[in-house]
């Protein structure tokens, strides 16, 4: 049948062999055949009508989100907000055969949940799922073996951590190079510091006040790409880097040596200087829980999650006696939390959790974690 597409129409009908048009990519699409899935039964359809949801084949450009509409009449209907993902395992095929199958599994599961990232570490060259949680992660893993018939062995689970700096540091870089005939030449002048608070509109906040055209305006967009191109390689361990704000104050450039390059060379340089000057700190993502309990267990309950440096933000009353307790916790400290529930409350608890924040890890721990995984411990203070 090819790729199977789900959707509902919120007005009008889609008929079968029509284009709809997609405003995320510009293009527009042909739906070859209509069905109305029934379990996993198809029951081929002429058309779906407003408020149904059906499922379309022939689509080839389309993710999870997209809003299909008539070309004469564009609209976007606001698209869910999926959250980043906090827990990474490596993983690789048990046979060298298999390794094409585990690309294009990865490569589908990738494209129908955006909650799962795939990516390749540049260090080691492993293949790195990342997703929600430990459940998440295992249940792509059987879909894997039961879907595109790949057995794979997994790495420990990493946490998605992240660093950010917590002070303004300045510097002026110059950036020269000389090899026979037309060199490179930038300089810029340079603070760093985390960004304001009611800045939205992503990590980097990046502020331009030269004067006198000290650097000419075709080169100040280098360097804001060099400045955002070093935020996914933070100084610690190669966490991305969140909240920076930069602001280029003065610079100089050269009639001829200058270019594009130069200036976001200079930019990587500046950002590589000032980063350990900026009291970097060690981000990791804070969960929140929440435990249903009999009344009996609470006890051991709150006091497990103490233990895991989880912070306990209140408990509520629920259906049959049985207690909510709602608390904040290091995923780090959530690995194989499930089963120590179920050997506390002898199986009666039941629990979920959802990212909530990333929040800075203490300097102690913080330098534990960072020569485990060989990162750069000195730097913190």
Not at 38 to 66: H, L
Request: proline share 4%; charged share 25%.
């Amino acid at each position: 049948m090819g790729r199977l597409v789900f959707f509902r129409v919120y007005s009008g009908k889609v008929v079968a062999g029509s284009y709809v048009y997609n405003p995320r990519s510009g293009k527009k699409e042909r739906i070859s055949r209509l069905f109305q899935m029934n379990s996993n039964k198809e029951i081929a359809m002429e058309s779906i009508d407003a408020g149904d949801i059906g499922a379309g084949v022939g689509f080839k450009d389309i993710r999870t989100g997209d809003t299909l509409c008539d070309e004469a009449h564009p609209i976007v209907l606001e698209s869910m907000t999926f959250p980043d993902t906090v827990i990474s395992i490596a993983v690789e095929p048990k046979s060298q055969a298999d390794i094409a199958k585990l690309d294009t599994g990865l490569q589908k599961l990738a494209e129908e949940d955006p909650t799962f990232t795939v990516r390749t570490d540049e260090q080691s060259g492993q293949t790195i799922i990342s997703g929600m949680g430990e459940l998440h992660l295992d249940i792509i893993i059987d879909r894997l073996k039961r879907e595109f018939k790949v057995e794979c062995n997994q790495g420990k689970p990493q946490v998605n951590y992240k660093e950010a700096i917590t002070k303004a540091a300045q510097s002026r870089e110059t950036y020269k190079k000389q090899s026979g005939g037309r060199g490179k030449f930038a300089c810029i002048d340079v603070t760093i510091e985390p960004k304001d608070e009611d800045y939205k509109e992503g990590d980097l906040q990046f502020i331009n006040v030269v004067k006198g055209g000290n650097v000419p305006k075709e080169f100040i967009p280098s360097v804001e790409k060099g400045f955002k191109d070093c935020l996914s390689n933070g100084v610690l361990g190669g966490f991305p880097i969140t909240g920076l704000k930069v602001t280029l104050t003065d610079g100089s450039f050269h009639p001829v040596d200058s270019d594009q390059l130069s200036f976001e060379l200079v930019a990587h340089q500046a950002f590589k200087k000032l980063c350990p000057q900026a009291g970097p700190v060690l981000m990791e993502p804070i969960m929140k829980v929440e435990v249903v309990t009999p009344e009996e267990n609470m006890g051991d309950v709150i006091g497990d999650l103490n233990k895991r440096r989880g912070l306990v933000q209140g408990m509520e009353e629920a259906r049959s006696g049985a207690r909510v307790v709602k608390a904040m916790v290091p995923l780090s400290e959530m690995f194989g939390y499930v089963t120590a529930l179920r050997t506390i409350t002898s199986g009666r608890a039941t629990s979920s959790m959802e990212y909530d924040h990333h929040s800075p890890v203490s300097n102690s721990l913080a330098k534990e974690i960072l020569e485990e995984l060989n990162g750069n411990a000195d730097l913190l203070k």
